[in-house]
């Protein structure tokens, strides 16, 4: 399995921006999809933003369309999650995920995802 570090949480006052990263190491992350997901404490894990191995198919969940942002560098073996217009709700544990599959895979069901990191937290303040 590929191994995953997130960076980049934070405290942020709300209409702030954070960018998050997440570094891939141990397997080829061009062979992965990479996806967000997010938990706050009494929820469930809920899906955020994932891209596709060729970076071109992207899909985001309803409540970070507009303000979030998913890429990848396949270079740096690193995804990204920019956050714009944070929200006090936006307020969550972070985590990365990854998995293999065809060139356009992008799912967004956490079931789908073999690979977590360990998480990253966002804390938001209104």
């Known amino acids: 399995q590929v191994q995953l570090v997130e960076s980049g949480g934070g405290l942020v006052q709300a209409g702030g921006s954070l960018r998050l990263s997440c570094t891939a190491s141990?397997?080829?992350?061009?062979?992965?999809?990479m996806g967000w997901f997010r938990q706050a404490p009494g929820t469930e894990r809920e899906f955020v933003a994932v891209?596709?191995?060729?970076?071109?198919?992207?899909s985001y969940g309803d409540s970070v369309k507009g303000r979030f942002t998913i890429s990848r560098d396949n270079a740096k073996n690193t995804a990204y999650l920019q956050m714009n217009s944070l929200k006090p709700e936006d307020t969550a544990v972070y985590y990365c995920?990854?998995?293999?599959?065809?060139?356009?895979?992008?799912?967004?069901?956490?079931?789908?995802?073999?690979?977590w990191g360990q998480g990253t937290q966002v804390t938001v303040s209104s």
């Open positions: 891209i596709a191995r060729s970076g071109g198919v992207t």
């Open positions: 141990g397997r080829t992350f061009s062979n992965y999809a």
């Open positions: 995920a990854a998995v293999s599959g065809s060139y356009y895979y992008a799912p967004t069901d956490a079931d789908a995802f073999g690979s």
